[in-house]
């Protein structure tokens, strides 16, 4: 658990820790003023990524948006994004989507509640926020149900963060990788082929009902309309992939697992789902589903957001910068080509920043020291999407993604465990944080019926 040993060392030789990882250069910053330091006052010095296996063999060769340098081809690949995906405008424009594919997440659960069957809560999710990323870049739900295919298409992003989560002794002494000493890149291939497979089948699918979007592109039309748009670069079918692979994978797994975690954490104390219930009940009340105009008026839901932002971030050490140049940071020199990481999971937990840190406490974000700090980037206590420019991109859509799915989750049904069962939340390390085991819970539907009459 690499996040956690470097949070050891972070409180013995202090925030700033230099480590020579094989042949590489490596810097952790843990707490929230070395982080500002490195992603807003050296953000131009730390805008790239280091090379690494990931980025070789499952991103197309660094192809994509995360993981290219920045220059024409990235800033091509952000225009599109934020003007036809993950804008403002943007995504206020596909508020009906996010409502529709909600409300079969609701009847999905409805019914396994009425069966008396578990919900496996990441499954579920995952399934949803995929067909949501697919109505807007496809026009297409990819999952029509939760099923084998769904499930097939999470063990496919599990692995994948799992793979590029590991210590892949290739990355740090590069003479060598070609050896693949673990099988890390072998298998880093293989998984690449199955979704270089799936996204090709996607587009071919895409393109032969071109016609029937005519005056209303999606997300993929508008890619495939500016390829050759910039006079600086042009975007090849293998950068459309690449960044096809990014939104289902960071806007998937990455939402999905906060939410697992917060509602794990709300079973863990039925108090704090308990309130945030009677909150949704005052708001929204019972004769109908929560919808994304309430939750402006629920401050307490958003509280739960940011405590589980806090204590279990998506990506617990960031995805990792690289410096162009040499430079100095709190009176240390920093060579250049030094890798770094950011230790987001620590600062979380760093008891100089937060009181009583290791407790789950939404409450903490209500009093007036802390009502101000948000996730966005731009207050380093609470970073879980980074900060600078190569922050996640996808931040808009993260944040209201949570918060919406999570809110319409606990209005919509009581959630317990299954008799006999405890709770385990033990973390599994990968470039994503997951649980160990995966939250599985009985579900009682706690609205009147006409709530759920639309999607049953």
């Known amino acids: 658990m690499p996040h956690v040993v470097l949070a050891k060392m972070a409180k013995r030789y202090g925030p700033i820790v230099y480590l020579k990882m094989g042949t590489c250069d490596m810097v952790v910053a843990s707490s929230p003023g070395v982080a500002q330091a490195f992603l807003k006052t ?7 990524r280091p090379p690494n296996a990931g980025a070789t063999h499952i991103a197309y060769g660094a ?38 594919e909600l409300g079969h997440v609701v009847r999905a659960i409805h019914e396994l509640s009425q069966k008396g069957e578990p919900v496996v809560v990441p499954e579920i999710v995952v399934c949803a926020m995929a067909n949501l990323i697919g109505q807007k870049s496809l026009s297409r739900r990819v999952f029509a149900t939760h099923g084998l295919d769904s499930n ?5 992003v599990v692995e994948l963060m799992r793979l590029a989560g590991l210590f892949n ?27 270089d497979a ?19 592109p999606d997300f993929l039309d508008v890619v495939m309309a500016n390829r050759e748009v910039s006079s600086e670069f042009k975007l090849t079918m293998t950068n459309v992939k690449a960044l096809l692979l990014n ?23 039925p108090r704090i789902l308990k309130r945030a219930q009677e909150e949704m009940d005052r708001v929204v009340g019972k004769t ?13 839901l958003k509280s739960i957001c940011k405590e589980t932002f806090r204590l279990h971030p998506t990506v617990p050490l960031g995805i990792p910068r690289v410096s162009t140049s040499a430079c100095e940071v709190n009176g240390y020199y920093i060579p250049k080509n030094t890798r770094l990481f950011v230790n987001v999971w620590a600062i979380g937990r760093d008891p100089n920043v937060w009181e009583n840190p290791l407790e789950f406490d939404p409450d903490r974000f209500l009093i007036e020291k ?13 970073i879980p999407f980074g900060g600078g420019r190569r922050m996640c991109a996808g931040i808009r859509m993260g944040i209201a993604a949570v918060e919406y799915i999570l809110g319409t989750l606990v209005h919509s049904f009581d959630w317990r465990l299954p008799g006999g069962v405890e709770l385990d939340m033990n973390e599994a390390f990968g470039l994503v944080l997951q649980k160990a085991v995966p939250l599985s819970a009985t579900v009682i539907s706690r609205l009147e019926t006409s709530a759920y009459k639309s999607w049953t």
């Open 370 to 382: 802390n009502a101000k700090i948000e996730p966005w980037g731009n207050d380093f206590e609470l």
């Open 63 to 100: 192809q994509d948006f995360v993981f290219a340098d920045i220059g024409p081809r990235w800033n091509l690949l952000r225009k599109l994004s934020n003007l036809h995906m993950l804008g403002a405008q943007s995504y206020k424009d596909w508020g009906h989507v996010r409502a529709t």
């Open 247 to 269: 939104w289902f994978i960071a806007g998937t797994d990455t939402s999905a697992g906060t939410i697992e975690w917060a509602l794990a954490e709300m079973i863990k104390n």
């Open 42 to 48: 050296l953000d131009h010095n730390f805008s790239n």
């Open 198 to 216: 799936l996204l090709s089948k996607m587009i071919d699918e895409h393109t032969l009902t071109a016609h029937e979007r005519e005056g209303n």
């Open 288 to 300: 109908r589903l929560l919808e994304e105009s309430d939750l402006r008026n629920l401050p307490y």
């Open 169 to 195: 002794v290739g990355d740090f002494i590069p003479s060598i990788a070609w050896l693949d000493l673990q099988g890390i890149e072998g298998k880093m291939k293989r998984l690449h082929d199955k979704f």
């Open 152 to 156: 097939d298409f999470k063990y496919m």
